[in-house]
């Protein structure tokens, strides 16, 4: 998309012949990455999920692989080692056979994107967020708007010119699983009357 970039991220990490796959989604608006650059001095995705804490809402990757899985250059040897558990079996493939699972992989991380994000426009996407979606477990939770991610969400409000967002989501009233980004969100704050002018003048942020 012109103003967006949809990635489905295997979570690869090669090493002696092995990779675990944990896959996410990761959705990228440029001038969010841009605004991000700008305040923090670095980029960072706009939203992400991991597709392992919506393992439920999954349908086209097998269902033992849901959870993650690992891809191994040789499954016999690998699994010749000690004595891995029928999970540990299950959840391993061998190089030579994982291609299935990667597209099944790729289907659901399109099925996602399709069903949890406004994409007909910049505007209705950044007014969507963060994405709204249930947890597959309670030790799962729901984290969009969490740490670094609530930040984002922020950068987002402002992008459409919902300036008072930010202090909203800094306030006490809005409350978090985990202590808020509050160095983060003060950097965003302290600019607010430069946002708030150049939008009054040319629509836009940046």
Not at 64 to 77: A, P, S
Not at 108 to 120: R, S
Not at 128 to 141: C, E, F, I, Q, W
Not at 150 to 161: E, F, K, N, P, T
């Amino acid at each position: 998309m012109k103003h967006t970039d949809l990635v489905i991220h295997p979570g690869f990490g090669f090493e002696r012949g092995t990779t675990p796959v944990q896959p996410s989604v990761c959705i990228d608006n440029k001038r969010a990455q841009k605004l991000c650059k700008y305040v923090f001095g670095a980029s960072a995705s706009t939203s992400i999920v991991s597709l392992q804490s919506v393992s439920h809402l999954l349908q086209h990757t097998p269902e033992e692989l849901r959870l993650g899985f690992w891809i191994v250059q040789d499954r016999k040897e690998y699994l010749s080692v000690g004595q891995p558990s029928q999970i540990v079996q299950g959840r391993t493939l061998d190089i030579s056979g994982a291609r299935s699972a990667l597209i099944s992989m790729m289907q659901d991380g399109i099925a996602f994107i399709d069903n949890h994000y406004e994409l007909g426009t910049e505007d209705s996407f950044l007014k969507g967020l963060p994405a709204k979606y249930t947890t597959r477990h309670v030790n799962s939770p729901y984290d969009q708007m969490e740490k670094f991610k609530g930040v984002v969400v922020c950068i987002a409000h402002i992008l459409y010119g919902d300036f008072d967002f930010v202090e909203r989501y800094r306030s006490d009233y809005f409350k978090t699983l985990f202590p808020k980004r509050t160095d983060d969100l003060d950097k965003i704050i302290a600019k607010l009357p430069e946002f708030k002018k150049r939008f009054a003048e040319t629509g836009a942020v940046i």
